[in-house]
Structure formats: C-alpha cells, structure tokens
Nanobody
Framework: VQLQASGGGLVQAGGSLRLSCIAP??????IGWFRQAPGKEREFVGT????????YCADSVKGRFTISRDNAKNTVYLQMNSLNSADTAVYFC?????????????????WGQGTLVTVSS
C-alpha cells in the first residue's frame, strides 16, 4: 500500500499551500496528516474519517488548516492558510482502518513519503 503526498514547497509567512495525498483503495480508512520538524517528534495535524467526512484538526492549526477529500480521485487535501515559521516541517499523510485514536501516529498502518513545507519569515 502506498500513499503519495505532494504539494510542499517554499512559501512566505502568511501564505498558503495545499497538500495532496493520493490514497488508492483507502476510501474506507481514516486519513491523517502529521508533520515533523527537525529535531522534534512527529506531530498530529489533522484527520478525516473518509466514510463520514468528519474532520479534526490539532489546536495548533485549527482555523488555519482544513482537510477535505475528493472521492472520485481518492485524494485528501490539506489546505494550509496563514502559514508561519512554526509550520515548517515535513508533512506526512497516513492511513488507518481505525476510527479512534486518530491523533496518535502509532495508530496508522500506512504512510506516505512526506513532503517538505518551508515557511520563510
């Protein structure tokens, strides 16, 4: 099983980026976004329960980041607005059949390769 995350890049503070995660055959799963900054632990960003369309975001990004899905494309999006330097990290998408503990990295079975987001101040 492979997840493909893309869309990272360099953006100025206050700018926006949209990350994509192609999750073929994973439309029955919970798709999560995590990020890891240099020297820090992997951090939960947000998740979407695919079948229900419910989304949850970490407090650190709530109000700035939104998660959505495109059923036809088996793709989950992470729209990131009002970016700041604290958002600089490698962003990963992951999938799990679980509907609970979605904020815990170890709950996820499948991981994408990560895409780097760099926010310049």
């Amino acid at each position: 099983v492979q997840l493909q995350a893309s869309g990272g890049g360099l953006v100025q503070a206050g700018g926006s980026l949209r990350l994509s995660c192609i999750a073929p055959g994973r439309t029955l799963y919970t798709i999560g976004w995590f990020r890891q900054a240099p020297g820090k632990e992997r951090e939960f960003v947000g998740t979407i329960l695919w079948n229900f369309g419910s989304t949850y975001c970490a407090d650190s990004v709530k109000g700035r980041f939104t998660i959505s899905r495109d059923n036809a494309k088996n793709t989950v999006y992470l729209q990131m607005n009002s970016l700041n330097s604290a958002d600089t990290a490698v962003y990963f998408c992951a999938a799990t059949p679980q509907l609970t503990n979605y904020y815990i990295a170890s709950a996820y079975t499948y991981w994408g390769q990560g895409t780097l987001v760099t926010v310049s101040s």
